[in-house]
């Protein structure tokens, strides 16, 4: 049987980290891994580590037919799509099915149990996908927010001194990219079978209040929380230039926090890891100046 792992994705920021833990936390042999992308040309410098890179495209499912071939496990990282990222999804499920593989792993979200809502529907599908596929094992990681989609709004709102939001009263335990990234290795390297859902978060969860206490401090400014409604929070979002789709999802994101789904604390990504979360305050004090502008 084939002891061959696959990631997808892999010339992404979460997929390039996942590569790193397999060589040099996991010391996973490089001959092992097989990296797939769109761009091969991005992942030179694992190439010349001794990972073999394959071209697929979830849009092109006999791409992903060539890609998975000989595989045993497989990560799958959900995709940047933004119109149905479901049926790319199901492509690269079936195409695991069809090559034999033993597991699929899925990066999904926590609690994707509303999917009228943008930032839901795709993982649940795909998560519906998993269980009623063929496969003999597979593993759901609930991933929730990383600290680094705060680079996307902090600068900006650092400038302004308000932060508009719709999370309400609801908390987040955001967790590192990195800690992500290491937690999908280690699941894609282990010999786990059956079927299995993980919620992988921080080790303490911050409402949108806290948080901006803690970075207005960190970074000498004052932030004020102004709490709107989720669709004129998409409204502003327009305003400013955001397009429609992507407005809808930034608001629908604080619909889930708002609803209590992204505030667990399980203790799984220590149970997989043996290893405790990196702090908010940690990286915080690391990425202050970024967060700045």
């Known amino acids: 049987m084939s002891d061959k792992l696959v990631v997808t994705g892999a010339s992404g920021q979460l997929g390039k980290l996942v590569l790193h833990h397999l060589l040099d936390s996991l010391k996973v042999p490089a001959g092992r891994i097989i990296a797939t992308t ?6 030179a410098e694992f190439a010349a580590r001794g990972i073999e890179v394959r071209a697929a495209d979830f849009d092109d499912p006999a791409s992903l037919d060539a890609a998975f071939a000989g595989v045993s496990r497989v990560l799958l990282i959900s995709t940047a799509s933004f119109s149905d990222r479901s049926v790319q ?22 609690e994707p149990v509303d999917p009228s809502l943008a930032i839901v529907r795709d993982h649940a599908a795909t998560e519906k996908a998993l269980a009623d596929s063929d496969l003999p094992g ?7 927010w990383y600290f680094e989609n705060l680079f996307w709004t902090i600068p900006d709102i650092a400038k302004s001194g308000k932060w508009f939001t719709a999370t309400g009263d609801g908390a987040t335990a955001y967790i590192s990219r990195d800690d992500l990234a290491r937690a999908a290795a280690t699941v894609l390297a282990s010999d786990s079978t059956g079927r299995t859902t993980l919620t992988l978060g921080g080790s303490k969860a911050y409402t949108t209040a806290e948080l901006a206490e803690l970075i207005g401090k960190a970074i000498g400014r004052e ?4 709490q709107v409604s ?3 929070l998409a409204k502003g979002a327009e305003a400013h230039g955001v397009p ?9 994101g604080d619909v889930n926090v708002a609803a209590g789904r992204h505030a667990a604390i399980t203790g799984d990504y220590k149970a997989l890891t043996g290893l405790e979360p990196r702090p908010f305050e940690d990286w915080l004090a690391a990425n202050k100046a970024a967060l700045a502008g």
Do not use: E
């Open 230 to 232: 989720a669709d004129d």
């Open 138 to 144: 597979w593993t759901v990681l609930r991933n929730n």
């Open 89 to 110: 999804h199901k492509a690269a499920i079936a195409a695991a099915q069809k090559a034999g593989a033993t597991h699929v792993i899925y990066t999904s979200l926590p």
């Open 244 to 252: 429609a789709h992507l407005a809808g999802i930034i608001a629908s």
């Open 38 to 43: 769109r761009t091969p040309d991005a992942l």
């Open 223 to 226: 932030i004020a929380v102004v």
